[in-house]
């Protein structure tokens, strides 16, 4: 089955400051990527998502880019704010099936 | 609110007993999934209906677990004869048939 490797397990950033994730998938037929913000005792949330026949994608703050030769992919929060302070998920997809990696604890200091 | 939602939010049961979760999907979602989350990990799939076919199950899903989607709507997830090991928080999404899915808030429990 699918493997998704997340990085950093815990991420510290003064506010303002830009915060990188990574997540390495093993997979090459996973097609479907994408990202969410847990916060404590609610359910993810979807906050951005790419799929395998785009290299980058931007929502404001937030960005996801794919290296589907190399099979990583980013996440990058820019300009962060308290608010930003969540666990963060990446997933992979193959056939309609999440796969996600372990997560990364995002605390934003102010 | 026209998310995905999810009963109960929390349930203590003791070991032995029989759980029944329910989820309600966003409306008109084809794709109905389940996942189980435990501490410090992300979630991980179980299973996961369309329309009101089950198709595929995780090995996750031990005999004791069972999941219906009577009408194609709503979904129930059944635990029979609980362990401690079953403690964990079950989320539950929805899709359309793209592939983005939509969680709901999850069903914490916990077996004594």
């Known amino acids: 089955g699918e493997n998704v490797e997340q990085h950093p397990s815990t991420l510290s950033v003064q506010e303002g400051d830009s915060a990188v994730i990574k997540c390495t998938y093993s997979?090459?037929?996973?097609?479907?990527f994408p990202w969410y913000k847990q916060e404590l005792g609610k359910g993810p949330q979807l906050i951005i998502d790419?799929?395998?026949?785009?290299g980058e994608k931007k929502d404001q703050r937030i960005a996801v880019t794919l290296n589907k030769t190399a099979k990583h992919f980013s996440l990058h929060i820019t300009e962060t704010q308290p608010e930003d302070s969540a666990v963060y998920f990446c997933a992979a997809s193959k056939n309609y099936k999440l796969s996600f990696g372990a997560g990364t604890t995002v605390t934003v200091r102010a | 609110d026209t998310g995905v939602s999810q009963d109960p939010r929390h349930k203590i049961t003791k070991r032995g007993q029989n759980v029944t979760f329910r989820c309600d999907p966003i409306?008109?979602?084809?794709?109905l999934y389940w996942y189980r989350q435990t501490l410090g990990q992300g979630p991980e799939f179980l299973t996961y209906f369309q329309n009101e076919a089950q198709l595929e199950k995780s090995r996750l899903l031990s005999d004791r677990f069972s999941a219906e989607r009577p009408k194609g709507s709503f979904s129930t997830l059944e635990i029979q004869r609980t362990e401690q090991g079953d403690s964990a928080m079950y989320l539950c999404?929805?899709?359309?048939?793209?592939?983005?899915?939509?969680f709901g808030p999850g069903t914490r429990l916990l077996v004594l």
């Open positions: 997979d090459s037929a996973s097609n479907y």
């Open positions: 790419i799929r395998s026949n785009v």
């Open positions: 999404a929805s899709s359309p048939l793209a592939e983005t899915q939509y």
């Open positions: 409306s008109e979602h084809n794709r």
